[in-house]
């Protein structure tokens, strides 16, 4: 999942890491959910410029996209141009990223409710890392997950009934 940005060609490119959660089959119906956390780790910073003072985010897509994901002429346009729903903390630096590095992305309350109502209508997760789209260098982009795969942690209590 390679995420950053590229001005080296005529035109600058933004590269966005996306990935999708089907959570209906993992959390029953009444669950309450009580925590979720995303990690992904770091697979290549083979393009990333040290010096550079980059930002990097997990962003929740808004649940219009949920349904689009595998349909046929789905695509960066429209990935890119989706509203975010929500930012998952922490916001990282270029300090915290590291091959093999896992970071982990917790979400606060009201996220975790946004999930819970995702449980209750599309049934999936979809999400983009951004990284920094302004720079001085010709390259910042950052590899996630090459070898494991962005990993989905759901805690939750099943309500009675």
Same mark, same amino acid.
Do not use: C
């Given at each position: 999942?390679? *995420?950053?940005?590229?001005?080296?060609?005529? &035109?600058?490119?933004?590269?966005? !890491?996306? %990935?999708?959660?089907?959570?209906?089959? @993992?959390?029953? =119906?009444?669950?309450?959910?009580?925590?979720? #956390?995303?990690?992904?780790? !770091?697979?290549?910073?083979?393009?990333? *410029?040290?010096?550079?003072?980059?930002?990097?985010?997990?962003?929740?897509?808004?649940?219009? $996209?949920? *349904?689009?994901?595998?349909?046929?002429?789905?695509?960066?346009?429209?990935?890119?141009? &989706?509203? $975010? =729903?929500?930012?998952? +903390? +922490?916001?990282?630096?270029?300090?915290?990223? #590291? $091959?093999?590095?896992?970071?982990?992305?917790?979400? =606060? #309350?009201?996220?975790?409710?946004?999930?819970?109502?995702?449980?209750?209508? &599309?049934?999936?997760?979809?999400?983009?890392?951004?990284? %920094? *789209?302004? %720079?001085?260098? %010709? @390259?910042?982009?950052?590899?996630?997950?090459?070898?494991? +795969?962005?990993?989905?942690?759901?805690?939750? $209590?099943?309500?009675?009934?």
């Amino acid at each position: 999942m390679w *995420t950053g940005m590229d001005i080296r060609p005529q &035109t600058s490119r933004i590269l966005h !890491g996306v %990935t999708q959660f089907d959570i209906i089959d @993992r959390v029953p =119906d009444n669950a309450q959910i009580v925590s979720v #956390e995303v990690e992904f780790t !770091g697979r290549s910073a083979l393009y990333l *410029t040290p010096q550079a003072s980059g930002t990097w985010s997990l962003n929740l897509l808004s649940s219009n $996209v949920d *349904t689009l994901w595998a349909k046929s002429g789905f695509g960066y346009w429209h990935i890119h141009n &989706t509203r $975010v =729903d929500a930012s998952i +903390p +922490p916001a990282l630096t270029n300090a915290d990223l #590291e $091959v093999g590095r896992p970071n982990i992305f917790r979400f =606060d #309350e009201a996220q975790i409710a946004l999930v819970q109502q995702r449980l209750a209508s &599309t049934g999936k997760l979809s999400f983009r890392l951004d990284g %920094t *789209t302004t %720079t001085p260098f %010709t @390259r910042q982009i950052f590899n996630w997950s090459g070898w494991s +795969p962005p990993i989905l942690r759901i805690v939750y $209590v099943q309500r009675p009934g």
